[in-house]
């Protein structure tokens, strides 16, 4: 069974840093296509970072978080992680880990997504 923990949330300052993980159990990350998504109050859910592949490692950003945000994956560990830095009160979010073996859709749509962690919040305070 496809299992995903998120870890790391909580509150961060303005133009601060704070690293997400995402831990895998019952399946290999390097088998996966995996997305970083979140969704802020009254939002529609946001894939703002997904990363696939070994050799080459494919990794692609929203622009909203373009520059700000990097996704990387230790597959021995079976871990995956979004480093934010310079957040923003607009980065405020609920951050759920997903997982698909092949998009339904681009990698840019929550849906391509099959598999979902709990998710896990940040609050960039200004």
């Known amino acids: 069974e496809v299992q995903l923990a998120e870890s790391g949330g909580g509150s961060v300052q303005a133009g601060g840093s704070r690293r997400l993980s995402c831990a895998g159990s019952?399946?290999?990350?390097?088998?996966?296509?995996i997305a970083w998504v979140r969704q802020a109050p009254g939002k529609d859910r946001e894939v703002v970072s997904m990363i696939a592949g070994k050799r080459p490692v494919v990794t692609r950003y929203a622009e909203s978080v373009k520059g700000r945000f990097t996704i990387s994956a230790d597959y021995a560990k079976n871990m995956v992680y979004l480093h934010i830095d310079s957040a923003k009160p607009e980065d405020t979010a609920v951050y759920y880990c997903a997982v698909t073996v092949r998009l339904a859709s681009t990698w840019d749509q929550s849906d391509s997504y099959n598999h979902w962690g709990q998710g896990i919040q940040v609050t960039v305070s200004s």
């Open positions: 019952g399946f290999r990350f390097e088998d996966y296509i």
